[in-house]
């Protein structure tokens, strides 16, 4: 299970580890935002701290519904207790966990300032009934 915390502003918030090109792990909070169908989005400044390798480039719809280009790169996370290879989408905002990296979990928020958010694998709730 993965916890977090709701901000001030309302904002879920999670730690995400995130290894470096030289496998160390640096723990980064991050907002969930259930409107991006990707994984992970981290600022291009935190990539290169990361040494991460850019392997491609994709079109993607902003909020606003603008389209862009994004520079997508691939980093070992470590989620729930296992490593994953994902991939994280380059962008100018805060670091973003969305519905890509959550699919198969349980996302629950207590939506006050101070409240709990929960992140619990699915298969993991069949266990426990």
């Known amino acids: 299970m993965i916890h977090g915390i709701v901000s001030e502003r309302r ?20 907002v969930i935002d259930t409107g991006f169908d990707g994984s992970l989005t981290l600022p291009v400044e935190a990539l290169k701290e990361l040494a991460a390798s850019r392997f491609g480039r994709i ?14 790169y691939k980093l070992q996370i470590v989620w729930d207790g296992e490593r994953r290879v994902i991939e994280v989408d380059a962008a100018e905002t805060a670091p973003l966990v969305g519905m890509a990296l959550l699919e198969g979990f349980i996302l629950n928020v207590d939506v006050v300032e101070g409240g709990v958010v929960t992140i619990t694998r699915r298969d993991s709730l069949s266990a426990i009934i």
């Open 59 to 72: 079109a993607i719809i902003l909020a606003d519904g603008s389209e862009s280009l994004c520079d997508v």
């Open 11 to 30: 904002e879920a918030i999670v730690v995400v580890d995130v290894e470096d090109s030289s496998g160390v792990t640096h723990s980064i909070p991050a």
